[in-house]
Every structure is written in C-alpha cells, then in structure tokens.
C-alpha cells in the first residue's frame, strides 16, 4: 500500500491523542489526507467510522463521495462494498457511515462502536452538537477528527481544541503551501484573492478567523529576548513634516521557535525624505536584521528613490536585506483586522519597546485619527504570512535542521 501524504499530516498515523485538530486554508489537503488515513486504518482492523458535519441533508452533503473517489483511485473496488448510504471494507467489516448532528441528537447518541469520528467543516458546529459528539464516541483508544477553517475565534472547536492547551490534542496547521500536489488552478484563484482582498486572502487561503472589531486593540504580552530565526520590517512612511500629519512608523516583525509572533516597532515625527530620520531608521532595523524591509507607497518612482536612499546608507550594517514597495488595498481597517486582531493570541510585543509606537498599536480602534504605527505592524504581519523570499528562507532553515 503506497499512499503519499504531506510532511504536517504524518503525525495523524502516529498519535494517539484523543482529539486531533487541523486547521487551515483551502489547498492544504486537509480532508484528502484525513480521508487517506481512514482508508488505511479501515484495512488495518474493524473499525467503525462516524463521518459527521453539523448540517447532512444528503448523503452528496458528506465526504461519501470523496471517499469513493480514493477508493476508485487506489484501485481498492474489489475491497469495499459501496452503497449509497455507507461504505464497508469486505474483508475487515470496517464500516464508514455519515451522519449530519444538527437535529438529529438521538441518532448520534444511538451509534455504537465508533473507533473513529471525523468533523468535517467543524467552524461550523455547535457547542450542542459538539456536547453529544464527544461521549458518544468512547470505545478504548477512540479518535475524534477535526477538519475545518476557521470563521469566529470563540467557534466552539476552534476554541476548545485548537486555543486550549490540552495534553490529548494533537493540533495541526496547514496550508496551501505544505500541500506538495497545490494544483494551478487553486493557485490562480488564490493570487486573484490576494490580489483583490487581503482579508479574503487570509481567511480563505491561510486559515485566519475572520474576525472585523470595532474595539480597541488593547496592550499585549511582552518577552525579553528576541529570538525570532528571521523577520521582516515594514515602513509606512510619512511624506510631509506638516504638523498633523501622518508620521513614519516602522515595524518589525518575525517568528520564534515557540510559534508566537514577535513584534517591535519606531514611530518618528519627520518624513522619510529626512535624512537623519532615514539614518534613525537604518540604525534601528540593523539590531533585528530583517530579510526583507517593505515600503509601503503608491508611487513607485518615489519609492524606488528612497529605496535607493537607505541601500546607500546601509554601509557597514549588518542590515544588507532585501528592499521592496508595496501598495495597501484600500480598506485600511478590514486588514489591520485581519491581521493584528486576528493574531493577536499569538503576538508578543518586545520589552523595551518605544512607548509611543506601542501606545500608538494598543490604543488603535476602528475610526481613530492616527493609526500609522498599526497600519505599519499589519503591512508587516500581511508580509511576513505572504512574501515568497520569507516562504523560501523558511524552508531553507527547515531543510538545515534535519
């Protein structure tokens, strides 16, 4: 038996937590490697599998169909006995049956036996459903499967399996790019969303909540040490010295081994076309080394200028990284919602900090009159998710580590 699996689902054949959760995006092969991995325990012993979402008004509404495709694909036919209501393996008498919960508590409750449950579309259940779910399912050993993209922080599996911390979870993000077999076609739908809603973007093709707050930010748990492998920095920059202005905020951000996202940041009073501002600026991104330093800036003659600007100051920084310009779509709030609110669980501000910069990210709220510092940690947030030199340099330190 040959099946190919991505690298982030092969701890499904290993664990034996109670309750696996994976989350993510469209593309990552979620439901094709779950599907798989039911397929290969099925041949394994007998064993009953409980496919469920909350809403089946069919049997078309369930993964019946994707399960029938894999077994046509491995050329399994002559092992399984097929209907239009269950699948059963002829020679173990595993049986895989589909059921929706909502409204439909007793008949959950009634099925005996279950080895394996596997959610489908889990965002979607309720705290009910999921309350009759989970004693239902009881037999020694038994795992319950969660598949699904996340919509609200407080859904209540996103909630309780994947923010809690708990020893019989096993918890697993994937995406699109841990995928080895993304098709074309997905990938041109997804630089389509990319390019026309960020928001849409991460919610669909990174697996972030979608979560639009008007209330304010509010302050953020702090570390002492910087220990991100690699960051990126963003610059939302100010043109004028006007007062009343915007100003020029700068902010870095990266990743460290723990998974939290580590953030800093500068706010100056004076533009970009200051040239001590520009020296304050080099002189601060030189203590994290960003890999890629983004401008943030609609015009592209003046941003090539400035580019050009810090490249000739760098001198003998250790800063020596890659300089871009980007333009920000035009919903200023829907993406810093999209990316500072909906990261924040997982976001550490540095101790030591300049106090007006986290002061400026704290007290941001939906129509506040300057929000330059924020604007410049979601542009950074926003790259560091999404740039390919960062994908790339991530991979590379990956394949080192083996």
């Not at 909540?209 to 690699?230: K, L, R």
């Not at 953030?263 to 004076?270: R, S």
Request: net charge neutral; proline share 3%.
């Amino acid at each position: 038996m040959n099946i190919e699996v991505p690298e982030k689902l092969l701890p499904l054949y290993t664990t034996d937590k109670r309750f696996i959760v994976i989350g993510g995006g469209r593309g990552g092969a979620k439901s094709h490697g779950v599907g798989d991995f039911l397929l290969v325990q099925s041949h394994a012993r007998k064993s009953r599998f409980l496919c469920c979402r909350e809403v089946q008004n069919s049997i078309r509404d369930s993964v019946w169909q994707l399960l029938v495709e894999k077994i046509h694909r491995y050329e399994w036919e002559r092992l399984f006995d097929i209907t239009d209501k269950t699948i059963v393996h002829k020679k173990t008498r595993s049986d895989f049956i589909f059921k929706g919960m909502y409204g439909n508590a007793q008949d959950i409750k009634s099925t005996e036996g279950i080895q394996y449950a596997w959610v489908e579309e889990a965002q979607s259940v309720s705290r009910k459903s999921l309350d009759i779910l989970t004693p239902t399912v009881r037999n020694p050993g038994s795992q319950i499967i969660f598949t699904y993209n996340p919509t609200l922080e407080d859904d209540p599996v996103h909630m309780d399996y994947m923010l809690a911390e708990r020893d019989d979870t096993l918890k697993i993000q994937i995406n699109w790019r841990d995928n080895p077999w993304f098709p074309d076609v997905l990938r041109s739908d997804m630089e389509y969303d990319k390019k026309i809603s960020m928001s849409k973007y991460l919610h669909v093709w990174e697996g972030h909540c979608e979560i639009f707050s008007d209330e304010m930010v509010g302050a953020f748990e702090t570390v002492d040490v910087w220990d991100c492998q690699y960051c990126v920095a963003f610059i939302d920059p100010s043109f004028s010295d006007k007062n009343g202005t915007d100003r020029t905020a700068v902010s870095v951000v990266g990743v460290n081994k723990k998974g939290d996202i580590l953030f800093t940041g500068m706010t100056f009073q004076k533009s970009i076309a200051d040239a001590a501002t520009r020296v304050q600026i080099i002189d601060f991104l030189a203590q994290f080394t960003p890999i890629e330093s983004v401008i943030e800036s609609q015009l592209a003659d003046s941003s090539i200028f400035f580019i050009d600007a810090f490249k000739s100051m760098e001198g003998a920084r250790a800063i020596k990284n890659l300089w871009s310009y980007k333009g920000q779509f035009k919903n200023k709030h829907e993406r810093i919602a999209a990316t500072v609110y909906a990261n924040k669980p997982t976001m550490r501000i540095l101790n030591g900090t300049q106090q007006a910069y986290s002061l400026g990210v704290s007290r941001y709220y939906k129509g506040t009159k300057h929000e330059d510092e924020i604007d410049s940690l979601a542009g950074a947030l926003e790259h560091l998710a999404t740039s390919p030199i960062v994908a790339e340099y991530a991979a590379a330190i990956k394949v080192l580590k083996r």
